[in-house]
């Protein structure tokens, strides 16, 4: 990483935010909590706080996770050895396939754009819901594990726009893609599914190449699939 990294923040009406990357020295801020975890945080400054309080409306600071001192896990029921993670949700990768997406589309009033579903992964030529399916791919010469189907909450149904919050996706997916339909015989009944958290197996990775990146356009080969949905984690 060059001295001159930073991470550029843009908002309608603001002047963009220049966050360094690579500074040497930071303020900690006590009491941060994700989820299970709470613990001290790197404070991104002054700057960036009141960037952020200004266009939020509300007192804010921008923080990154503490790799120093601080340690947070993936949910080790659903994966094996020791996989971490920042102030990710709980998993690392959240994959998902175009094809998905249009065949929700299809069923949809208003087409919704798949920032709605905010995947870090996103493939696509395969079959509507392909995904569901498969535990372990390679994305070009990376290993990964599909180890658990993402069960969403109400965030997909706010327009990533405007902010506005309507009831779709979620009523169409409790029609077509709840735990009843899907895995009628399982736990999770009530919810909906979209999308396969995933995580990356570094050790089955090939260590050739330029750093670890993913490419737009990569290859994505299926390795091993669950024989049924009954199977997959949930």
């Known amino acids: 990483?060059?001295?001159?990294?930073?991470?550029?923040?843009?908002?309608?009406?603001?002047?963009?935010?220049?966050?360094?990357?690579?500074?040497?020295?930071?303020?900690?801020?006590?009491?941060?909590?994700?989820?299970?975890w709470t613990g001290p945080a790197w404070d991104e400054?002054?700057?960036?706080?009141?960037?952020f309080s200004d266009y939020l409306g509300s007192p804010c600071r921008l923080v990154r996770f503490n790799t120093g001192s601080e340690v947070r896990n993936v949910d080790p029921r659903y994966v094996e050895g020791q996989q971490r993670i920042f102030f990710s949700d709980g998993y690392p990768f959240l994959l998902a396939s175009q094809e998905s997406l249009d065949a929700l589309n299809k069923l949809l009033e208003e087409p919704i754009p798949?920032?709605?579903?905010?995947?870090?992964?996103?493939?696509?030529?395969c079959e509507p819901y392909a995904e569901d399916l498969w535990r372990d791919?390679?994305?070009?010469?990376?290993?990964?594990?599909c180890v658990k189907l993402c069960a969403r909450c109400k965030i997909p149904q706010v327009n990533q726009e405007t902010a506005i919050y309507g009831t779709e996706p979620t009523e169409t997916l409790?029609?077509?893609?709840?735990?009843?339909?899907?895995?009628?015989?399982?736990?999770?009944?009530?919810?909906?599914?979209?999308?396969?958290?995933?995580?990356?197996?570094?050790?089955?990775?090939?260590?050739?190449?330029?750093?670890?990146?993913?490419?737009?356009?990569?290859?994505?080969?299926?390795?091993?699939?669950?024989?049924?949905?009954?199977?997959?984690?949930?």
């Open 137 to 145: 791919i390679k994305i070009s010469r990376f290993s990964f594990q």
């Open 1 to 36: 990483m060059s001295d001159s990294s930073t991470f550029l923040v843009k908002a309608p009406g603001m002047e963009p935010l220049k966050v360094c990357l690579n500074k040497q020295q930071y303020e900690v801020v006590d009491d941060i909590g994700l989820w299970e």
């Open 174 to 234: 409790m029609k077509v893609r709840s735990g009843h339909v899907l895995r009628p015989n399982q736990n999770n009944k009530n919810k909906i599914y979209f999308g396969q958290k995933t995580v990356w197996n570094w050790k089955d990775s090939s260590g050739k190449g330029d750093g670890n990146m993913l490419k737009l356009g990569d290859p994505v080969y299926i390795i091993k699939k669950y024989p049924s949905l009954a199977e997959a984690a949930a």
């Open 114 to 125: 798949m920032n709605r579903f905010r995947p870090n992964i996103l493939v696509e030529g």
């Open 45 to 51: 400054g002054a700057e960036a706080s009141q960037w």
